[in-house]
């Protein structure tokens, strides 16, 4: 009996198919992070007032992204179910409301990124940042929409098991923008140097050729032969905006205010403490947000195709792709978090190279909390594939209210008061972190059981 059981848990082609179509999501999200650490080298050399105006602007324009990924992985969810009944047509009206939503948010989170130098005037920031950040922030306002039309694109790439063409097109983004950000930003070959103002002309380039690959995609892609999107392109249905939202705007929400919020104000709290403790969590954190990358991409394979089976009514077959995502993630974090617990000096030595005696300090308080830091990318890889599979379900409201109640709730009381008992700085709010997410994973647990036992997919 075990062994069946061991059997239908871990069946060979659903762990295959979904490591072979999470493979360029993972690679897609390391070109995410290699594509901010390049706009920054980049940065560093006009001087301090432009890294600091950069931070202002991208830090918003990340922001916006951020939102939009989680409303469209909503958008997906709903997508997926009408694509597992092989309704087409549905499914194209339901994409065409999509990209509808998605350039009507653009237009007004754009015209919010566009009038960021009154908020910067009306906080009082020095003129020198007020008018650099509003240079960027003015080419940003106009790539808000060919960046969310590419990722309203990519859930329909998913949608007909297609991602390679997301890491695809997110290369040739990446490279744009260095090769347009050299000759803008930089003042290169026979360009004047138009420093932040060229950076965020580069990124509006890149992001326009995305877009336009992402159109020849959706124009003569066989895969899509079945979407009849000239005849639908009126098909905009109040019905159906309803449903994306409800799904959706949950995910959006929760990009922002539930562990990014936590994190944002966690940086604020330690900043006060000192600039050590600051720097060893900014470590710490880039570790992290690097390793999320893989759960990052296996959830989003697993949202739809969760979603999908659910909406063929293949209840089991659906189990089979969660139980899959979580043990790909599983097997992959806890063999990081082994080379976290041996090698940490290694790890931090590639992203600092201690000169003095303040950065030897922040070295050696780094390597100690990354050496215990494998059980909280565990235990975060284990909630972000908890989420997606809720997703699947559409249960998004209870994600938004989990995870954001667990890190708000309990990550940050436990954290100040560990602080205000041990004065152990970083080390107490790295470990309020940890059992804040702990708690989500449980809920989260518990939830996915009560989803697949009282079979609530229709």
């Given amino acids: 009996m ?3 059981r061991l059997r239908h848990w871990i069946n060979s082609k ?20 290699s594509r901010e650490l390049i706009i920054t080298r980049f940065t560093s050399v006009l001087g301090t007032a432009d890294i600091a105006a950069y931070s202002i602007g991208y830090t918003l324009f990340n922001l916006i992204l951020s939102f939009n990924m989680g409303f469209t992985m909503g958008l997906g969810v709903v997508a997926t179910r009408e694509m597992g009944r092989k309704n087409y047509s549905e499914v194209t009206k339901i994409m065409v409301n999509g990209y509808f939503i998605g350039i009507l948010l653009a237009v007004i989170l754009g015209i919010a990124i566009f009038n960021m130098g009154l908020l910067l005037h009306s906080i009082k920031e020095p003129p020198k940042l007020i008018l650099l950040a509003s240079q960027f922030t003015y080419m940003l306002s106009f790539a808000a929409l060919p960046a969310t039309i590419a990722i309203v694109s990519e859930q329909l790439a998913l949608l007909v098991d297609k991602p390679k063409f997301i890491l695809m097109f997110g290369l040739i983004t ?19 140097m138009m420093g932040l103002k060229g950076f965020g002309l580069a990124i509006l380039l890149a992001g326009s050729m995305e877009c336009f690959c992402w159109v020849l995609f959706i124009t003569f892609h066989s895969e899509l032969k079945n979407f009849y999107f000239r ?23 929760k990009q922002i205010i539930a562990v990014n919020g936590v994190l944002w104000v966690f940086t604020l709290i330690i900043g006060k403490i000192g600039t050590v403790d600051l720097a060893v969590f900014q470590l710490l954190l880039a570790f992290i947000t690097i390793t999320s990358a893989i759960p990052n991409g296996v959830s989003r394979v697993v949202a739809i195709k969760v979603g999908k089976q659910l909406g063929a009514l293949r209840l089991s077959i659906a189990r089979q792709y969660s139980d899959a995502g979580l043990l790909i993630v599983c097997s992959i974090i806890i063999l990081v978090g082994l080379f976290m617990l041996f090698e940490p000096n290694q790890l931090i030595g590639l992203l600092l190279t201690p000169h003095n005696a303040q950065e030897r300090q922040v070295f050696q308080i780094a390597v100690n909390l990354l050496r215990l830091s494998g059980p909280l990318a565990l235990v975060a890889a ?9 997703a699947g379900f559409k249960d998004t409201f209870f994600t938004l209210i989990a995870e954001s109640g667990s890190v708000w709730l309990v990550s940050l009381p436990v954290g100040y008061s560990l602080y205000r008992i041990f004065h ?35």
């Fill in 14 to 33: 659903v762990i295959f198919s979904v490591a072979t179509l999470a493979l360029p999501l993972v690679l897609f999200e390391g070109l995410l992070h």
């Fill in 231 to 253: 005849k639908k392109l009126l098909s905009i249905k109040p019905a159906i905006i309803i449903e994306i939202f409800r799904v959706g705007l949950p995910l959006g929400i």
């Fill in 174 to 192: 990446v490279i744009g923008i260095v090769f347009f950000t050299y000759i803008f930003g930089m003042g290169h070959l026979g360009s004047p």
């Fill in 424 to 458: 152990g700085g970083v080390r107490d709010y790295w470990f309020g972190l940890f059992v804040g997410i702990c708690l989500c994973v449980v809920i989260y647990a518990f939830r996915i059981r009560y989803k697949f036992k009282k079979r609530e997919y229709l």
């Fill in 382 to 390: 284990l909630m972000i594939i908890g989420y997606s599979i809720l």
């Fill in 2 to 4: 075990f062994k069946n």
